[in-house]
């Protein structure tokens, strides 16, 4: 069995206490995951060297996440004592999460991406600050004297398990210099290893980086001890953390398509890009579309987005086809769907892919569960699923006055609007409910990743200082 | 130690001796306790109901079993005097108290029972890391639990003046439940805080008993062997084997001796098997027989005794003069574990809150 260990100060650690991940189809035990004690994070976190990466310069450290970019999607790499090819971890991912292939091939390419672009990401960060700042601590390049300092000595990030892409938010601290800790998802240990392991074959001191899987207890301590964090979680997880400056959050992204009140009536032409939002990536992402929100036509946009994505059926992950992910633990899956179908006995709301589906939601094969995509009518944008976030592609239709719209959407982490009518855009503009804003007939998934997400990692880890400076006579 | 030294006999032969003191242990207690003069005034009035007289059909260890199992809601009932033995009457009474967090806590009562479980337990201390004459640090629950003055007793038992620090749990508890983490944290800081300024000051505390997180929080801010701390006892609440690994090689730096133990105020303390490193850390404890009995039980029969190297839920008797407490399922699953050297009679490892509860129990907090 493939054994994953903790890496302390970037060595190899094995516990006595480890979790045993399963094949998702078979149920086969899989790999074993070392876990760390709540304790050894905290211990590990106070000691790190949090200058290890300042000994280089970020073009240096640009230059070498570019190659661990490269390294990531191609190289063999040490996974544990194995070793781990770009094939084999693509298959190991899919057999833990229940992720399709194709995804998996997908999302590893968006990690890829964002490091060998790391140049671009920055620049979208800083504005196009002159990065050599970083290095100096102060510029006046401009004529305006600049000068920053590294707030995030050292950097934590409690990761989640839904969907590998999210790995490249948290990629460029290691070239804002900040030493990392992860914690991985409990099924998904293998992205965050593997881009560890890239980086010090790319060059990054080891003792920056530590890989810690653990339990609850662990993460707080991470949370705690790390001077700047990101975390990802459901709503009860992130919400004790919702008034910690230092922690950036990642919760339930509650992403939305929003018909104009000059665009409703023409809906049919955006049936595309409605769907496309819910059901990318399996529908699993924080930026995938689940609510639309539109003036009228609630009904028959419904049934056409409906009838599009009940094309998805449950297909075995190593299917080309496959679309939908399993469920690793199909109680999972039991549980949301008990949850849907309870809220459905509330008059108000139907699922209107049922029909065109022609199938129950919840799909098994073998000991597998999928969960087909549901598309649900509501009749009042207060009934309990008009808000919901589900793992699958799952969305809700709401009709609501174009001039509501912005203050009753509620946190949206991606709007998509679609109008020409500049006045509507801007209400959403100048709305603090929306994240991320597209304008036009753009995917709620299809990112820019040089644009803040969530939050902005340079102004997390950094913090401007006034400066002024006079050379010794 | 407890009652296992019959020198030069083979395990197996010692067990079976154990075996026949519990019987015998056994016959006394229910003989003392359903004794109308001397007896304790729940069970008097719990055998009134009964339709067979446990003084006669109580004839072994095993025979309990024809008891109820002991319900905690017993003690919850605010009849504390109905447990003390009629002969115990006009003593001083000790009552200490469980759980509380909510509610009611369990009270039980005490007369001399904590001080004989914990000067047979110091028989078990090393001479050498727990020294005669040192003194102690009680960084751990204060209050009404019966942890602090017992503590305090051993280290009286041993010749040193204990030094304690209050610490409330059911208060951190309410800030777990709450999310009132950084309170929390900062009141577990007050705790440590007031330890470390006892260690600064007197030179003589070499040993210390705490639980696992206060030892983490003292061992983060300063080297207790840089201190002069020998020994460390910790317990109160769950102690996993890659914990115990941590703290003996990384927290205590691999000098300083680590006594792990499990106890509660309902059985008295349970003695952990001698390090051994072919045990891989696993945190082994056996009860102290005859006095108190853990079992391992399948959790759906739980009359049922599980296989050695099985896990079950723990199963606590207690047997003294003071307290009888037949076949109480604690909350708590653990391995059953073979008789070993120290103790010829079955263990209990890996101790962990009981699975089979809905809700999680809020644990190993402080």
């Known amino acids: 069995m493939i054994e994953i260990p903790i890496l302390r100060f970037g060595k190899p650690y094995e516990s006595i206490e480890t979790v045993t991940l399963v094949h998702h189809a078979t149920g086969e035990p899989f790999a074993k995951v070392h876990q760390a004690n709540s304790g050894m994070v905290r211990r590990d976190m106070v000691r ?256 056409a987005v409906g009838k599009e994505l009940a094309k998805h059926k449950a297909l075995p992950a190593d299917d080309p086809n496959a679309t939908l992910a399993a469920f690793a633990n199909p109680a999972v899956a039991e549980q949301i769907n008990n949850v849907i179908e309870h809220a459905l006995t509330e008059d108000g709301a139907e699922d209107v892919c049922a029909t065109h589906r022609g199938t129950p939601r919840l799909a098994h094969i073998g000991r597998c569960a999928y969960l087909q995509p549901s598309v649900v009518w509501c009749e009042s944008r207060e009934h309990p699923l008009a808000n919901r976030e589900f793992l699958f592609p799952y969305a809700s239709v709401v009709e609501c006055p174009a001039g509501e719209i912005a203050d009753a959407i509620g946190p949206t982490l991606v709007a998509t609007v679609i109008t020409r009518d500049e006045s509507f855009a801007h209400s959403m503009m100048n709305h603090p409910n929306v994240d991320r804003l597209n304008v036009g007939v753009i995917p709620t998934w299809r990112i820019s990743w040089d644009q803040p997400h969530e939050g902005n990692l340079f102004e997390l880890l950094y913090r401007q200082r006034s400066f002024q400076f006079e050379p010794a006579a | ?153 051993l280290c009286q038992h041993r010749g040193g003046i204990c030094f304690c620090v209050d610490m409330d749990p059911r208060w951190v508890v309410k800030l777990i439940k709450s999310s009132r983490l950084r309170e929390m944290h900062e009141y577990k800081d007050h705790v440590v805080n007031q330890g470390l300024t006892l260690l600064r000051a007197h030179k003589n505390i070499q040993c210390l008993f705490t639980t696992p997180k206060l030892l983490e929080a003292l061992c983060e801010r300063v080297s207790l062997v840089d201190y002069g701390i020998k020994g460390v006892f910790c317990g109160g609440t769950q102690l996993t084997a890659q914990f115990h690994r941590f703290a003996r090689a990384e927290l205590l730096e691999g000098k300083i001796d680590f006594v792990p133990t499990y106890g509660n105020t309902l059985m008295g303390l349970a003695c952990h098997k001698p390090f051994d490193p072919a045990d891989n850390y696993s945190v082994i404890y056996h009860p102290p027989s005859p006095r108190a009995m853990i079992e391992v039980v399948d959790p759906d029969s739980p009359r049922k005794v599980v296989g050695y190297g099985e896990v079950g839920r723990a199963r606590l008797t207690t047997l003294t003069k003071e307290f009888f407490m037949p076949r109480f399922l604690e909350r708590d699953e653990g391995i059953r574990t073979k008789p070993c050297e120290a103790y010829p009679w079955d263990g209990i490892a890996d101790v962990r809150p009981f699975s089979g509860f809905a809700t999680p129990i809020v644990e190993g907090v402080y």
């Open chain 1, 48 to 303: 790190m060297a949090d200058d290890a990466l300042e000994k280089f310069s970020t073009a240096d450290l640009i230059a070498m996440a570019r190659k661990a970019g490269k390294l990531f999607m191609s190289a063999t790499l040490p996974l544990g004592k194995s070793q781990q090819s770009f094939d084999e971890y693509i298959a190991q991912l899919s057999c833990t999460t229940g992720m399709p292939i194709t995804y998996c091939r997908d999302n590893a390419g968006k990690i890829a991406s964002v490091l060998e672009k790391m140049d671009q990401v920055l620049a979208g960060l800083t504005r196009g600050l002159d990065l050599k700042v970083l290095d100096d601590g102060y510029s006046d390049a401009s004529g305006h004297m600049l000068s920053f300092y590294r707030a995030g000595r050292v950097f934590g990030a409690v990761l989640p398990s839904n969907s590998p892409g999210v790995h490249s938010l948290w990629a460029p601290a290691m070239v804002l210099k900040a030493p990392i800790v992860l914690k991985p998802g409990r099924e998904e240990p293998w992205t965050p290893y593997r881009m560890i392991e890239a980086f010090a074959a790319a060059g990054f001191p080891r003792e920056a980086m530590g890989f810690y899987p653990t339990d609850h207890g662990g993460a707080g301590e991470l949370l705690r001890t790390a001077d700047r964090a990101m975390l990802f979680g459901g709503g009860a997880t992130v919400r004790p953390y919702e008034n910690d400056p230092r922690i950036e959050l990642h919760g339930p992204g509650y992403s939305k398509v929003i018909l104009g009140d000059d665009v409703a009536d023409d809906w049919a032409k955006y049936v595309e890009v409605m769907a496309t939002s819910i059901d990318r990536n399996g529908g699993r992402s924080c930026i995938n579309a689940s609510a639309i929100w539109t003036p009228r036509h609630g009904r028959a946009i419904a049934d």
């Open chain 2, 1 to 153: 130690m407890f009652m296992n030294s019959v020198s030069g006999a083979s395990i197996d032969e010692r067990a079976t001796a154990a075996k026949a003191a519990l019987d015998k242990h056994t016959c006394e207690i229910v003989a003392w306790h359903f004794d109308p003069a001397t007896g304790t005034p729940f069970w008097l009035d719990y055998a009134s109901k009964l339709n067979w007289d446990p003084r006669k059909e109580i004839k072994c260890y095993n025979d309990l079993d024809k008891f109820d199992f002991f319900e905690d809601e017993w003690l919850r009932q605010g009849k504390v005097r109905s447990w003390v033995p009629k002969a115990y009457a006009n003593d001083p009474i000790y009552t200490f108290e469980t759980g509380g967090s909510t509610g009611v806590p369990k009270s039980r009562i005490n007369i001399k029972d904590f001080r004989i479980d914990y000067e047979l337990f110091s028989d078990t201390l090393s001479d050498k890391t727990f020294p005669r004459g040192g003194d102690w640090l009680m960084l751990g629950p204060s209050g009404p639990r019966r942890l602090r003055l017992a503590v305090e007793h």
